[in-house]
């Protein structure tokens, strides 16, 4: 079973540039999360999907942050523009949306904004 | 409010045990978890517990308090591969993560 896939794996852009992010779940997952891991921190959440429901998206900075799962599996993630704190490791998470249930990440895409 | 606590680092010898603290103040609690994070790469599950008590698999057993909100994740056996950061999370309708032991296995 292939794990949670992300794309691009690494990115560097200039700060007030735009950016995005994809994430394609485990399949069968309902439940999709986004996450920014700053250096020496632990994983935060932005938002939360139950299909194409965003749930919980309290912690996402909506002045220059964006996110869609359209059709309730893949989901992109959308900086702009970006600033140089948004520099991190944005983490794409997900679930069958049971209770208690594991979380199993992706990779991660490494952003670094100059 | 929601916080975990966990030590920053810790070294160990190989072959020796090691054991990294987790403490949290939740709003809601439904179980807490541990994951592994080696450097560059994605938390890997680890454990879960819901109930009081020790939890073992293999070389790596994981116990909670529930009325003291505690945790520790115990490592034996200790392998240089075990050189990693250590997720505590907890939560109600979300997890929070602490910032993470990073563990130092030296020979």
């Known amino acids: 079973e292939a794990g949670v896939v992300q794309s691009p794996r690494y990115k560097i852009i200039e700060k007030k540039q735009p950016v995005a992010f994809w994430c394609n779940p485990i399949?069968?997952?309902?439940?999709l999360y986004w996450y920014r891991q700053n250096l020496g921190q632990g994983p935060e959440l932005l938002i939360r999907?139950?299909?194409?429901?965003?749930?919980?998206d309290s912690q996402l900075p909506k002045d220059r942050f964006s996110a869609e799962r359209l059709k309730g599996v893949d989901s992109t993630l959308k900086i702009q523009p970006a600033e140089l704190g948004d520099s991190a490791v944005y983490l794409c998470?997900?679930?069958?949306?049971?209770?208690?249930?594991?979380?199993?990440f992706g990779p991660g895409t490494r952003l670094l904004v100059l | 409010g929601q916080n975990i606590d966990q030590p920053t680092e810790m070294t160990a010898t190989e072959g020796a045990i090691v054991q990294i603290n987790c403490t949290y103040q939740?709003?809601?609690?439904?179980?807490l978890f541990w994951y592994q994070q080696h450097a560059g790469e994605a938390p890997t599950f680890l454990s879960y517990?819901?109930?009081?008590g020790l939890e073992e698999k293999g070389r790596f057993s994981s116990f909670l308090s529930r009325s003291k909100g505690y945790s520790y994740l115990l490592l034996k056996e200790l392998q240089m591969k075990d050189s990693a950061s250590y997720l505590c999370?907890?939560?109600?309708?979300?997890?929070?993560f602490g910032a993470g032991t990073r563990l130092a296995v030296h020979p």
């Open positions: 399949s069968g997952h309902n439940t």
């Open positions: 999907y139950e299909n194409e429901e965003a749930v919980d």
């Open positions: 998470a997900s679930t069958h949306g049971r209770e208690r249930e594991t979380q199993y």
């Open positions: 999370a907890g939560g109600y309708n979300k997890l929070i």
């Open positions: 517990n819901v109930l009081d």
């Open positions: 939740t709003s809601g609690f439904n179980g």
